[in-house]
């Protein structure tokens, strides 16, 4: 039947088609920020095309990757490990492929509309009105599927990864609701308070939360090792749950919202590392005695390295959210590299991980090629810590600039060399992605036999 092709009830489904329409706009969302970075180098690269602008593909960019890769890759990831450790099927997979259909359509708009220069103007919260509205709509149909899921489980006890998916999807459609001018628009400084309360917590209560909840699940199902402390991981989800909500002001320490506000943010983001050193600790003492996996697991290689990532990243934050640092490296290339640590090293790593390890066991499937998913690996691990570097460098060059009241001409040509770098890093992660791609279709449409035998081709050769 047409609704049956259309809205498939198949078990899996909704998950599988998610991943896989994930990848699709992964690619075009790092690649707008590919072409963005190519304009530093060369600021004459387009002429006349202002959909090609620097403004219009740092937007695209930006929700490309948040909403398109990063967003669609955790609803399917959710679709898939929900059922699993409920014992039980995901509660509507017509609803899921609902979903699926919706994001697609929300991603159309999204590309449409941002880069012709349709924009709300807030950080983070560019889409338009209508494409708000559907997109709180998805989410209410995302929690409404996974809570129900819970509910009709066969196990009584929630493992922690529940509570983590749980409460990121109670926790953000709120956060959407409040931080998006189509629903709530306030004057001034309480817009920017308003704003940067969205702008922190769609990492907090929403990448973070979700991400966290994947590690805890791929850690114990890879290595076949029992999670290290069910306390500690309960102290990680609380931490943030009390914690998180109001660090967002640590981005507008230095404009004159009330001091109470700064202080509480500031503290907050200090205090994030209780919940931090509680899930990584968690995690390593779970890695305790499989850390040779990493050499043949290459999905567990991609957790590890999220791990590491999200280290970096939870340092780091609290560090930089003290006033004088925050003073030191406010608007500088510092804080991008920072954003791209969240962003693509943790929760990117993490999503890739979760797709390599659940498609085949989503479509039985095995992948088409081990080799291309090693080149991924290395062209993504070493295409970001270049560009980490090259960014935070940037950044410390432009900070002594200013506080040394350098002209903004003379440390802007001291920076140039690193915008350099920056691009060709990012060629690396935008190839490797296409190689992720590229191995993802083989993968779903080579004929099963040919895609095993050239597994087991080069398992051979890795034999030999």
């Known amino acids: 039947m047409f609704i049956d092709r259309l809205l498939s009830n198949a078990d899996g489904s909704a998950a599988r088609n998610m991943l896989v329409t994930a990848i699709f706009w992964s690619l075009l969302g790092m690649g707008a920020g590919l072409f963005a970075g190519l304009e530093f180098s060369m600021p004459d690269l387009v002429h006349n095309v202002p959909q090609l602008s620097m403004p219009h593909l740092r937007m695209w960019h930006v929700n490309g990757v948040a909403v398109g890769w990063l967003s669609m890759a955790y609803i399917g990831s959710m679709f898939y490990m929900v059922p699993s450790l409920t014992k039980t099927k995901l509660w509507s997979e017509r609803l899921g492929n609902a979903v699926v259909w919706g994001w697609n359509i929300l991603m159309v708009g999204t590309f449409c509309t941002l880069l012709n220069g349709f924009t709300e103007g807030r950080e983070y919260a560019e889409l338009c009105a209508v494409l708000d509205c559907l997109a709180v709509v998805l989410l209410v149909g995302v929690a409404w599927n996974i809570y129900a899921t819970v509910i009709n489980r066969k196990i009584k006890k929630l493992y922690v990864s529940l509570w983590y998916f749980l409460g990121a999807l109670f926790w953000f459609p709120l956060v959407y609701i409040i931080g998006q001018r189509t629903f709530v628009a306030l004057p001034g400084l309480n817009d920017a308070i308003v704003g940067w309360f969205y702008g922190h917590n769609i990492l907090g209560m929403w990448f973070t939360t979700v991400g966290v909840g994947m590690m805890y699940y791929l850690l114990p199902r890879i290595t076949n090792n029992p999670l290290y402390s069910h306390g500690l991981s309960m102290l990680g989800f609380w931490g943030i749950a009390l914690f998180y909500a109001p660090t967002g ?104 991980a979760a797709i390599y390890y659940g498609l085949p066991r989503l479509t039985g499937r095995p992948w088409y090629s081990q080799g291309l998913i090693r080149a991924h690996y290395w062209l993504k691990t070493l295409g970001f810590t270049i560009m980490m570097l090259s960014l935070t460098t940037a950044g410390l060059v432009q900070a002594a600039g200013w506080a040394m009241g350098i002209p903004v001409d003379q440390w802007g040509l001291a920076i140039r060399p690193y915008w350099a770098v920056r691009a060709f890093s990012g060629v690396m992660i935008v190839l490797g992605q296409a190689l992720f791609a590229y191995n993802a279709w083989r993968s779903l449409y080579t004929p099963v036999r040919a895609a095993i035998g050239a597994g087991s081709s080069k398992a051979q050769e890795a034999k030999a």
Request: proline letters at 5%; hydrophobic letters at 55%; charged letters at 5%.
């Open 249 to 352: 002001t640590h981005h507008i320490l230095q404009s004159p919202v009330p001091e109470w506000l700064k202080a509480i943010a500031v503290i907050s983001s200090i205090f994030l590392l209780v919940p931090v050193f509680a899930a990584l600790t968690n995690f390593f003492m779970t890695m305790k005695g499989k850390w040779q996996m990493i050499v043949t697991d290459l999905p567990l290689r991609f957790v590890i390295t999220s791990m590491i990532f999200y280290y970096i990243t939870c340092v780091q934050g609290p560090f930089q959210a003290t006033r004088w640092i925050n003073w030191y490296i406010h608007f500088t290339q510092w804080v991008v590299g920072h954003a791209h640590l969240a962003l693509l090293g943790t929760f990117s790593f993490i999503s890739t």
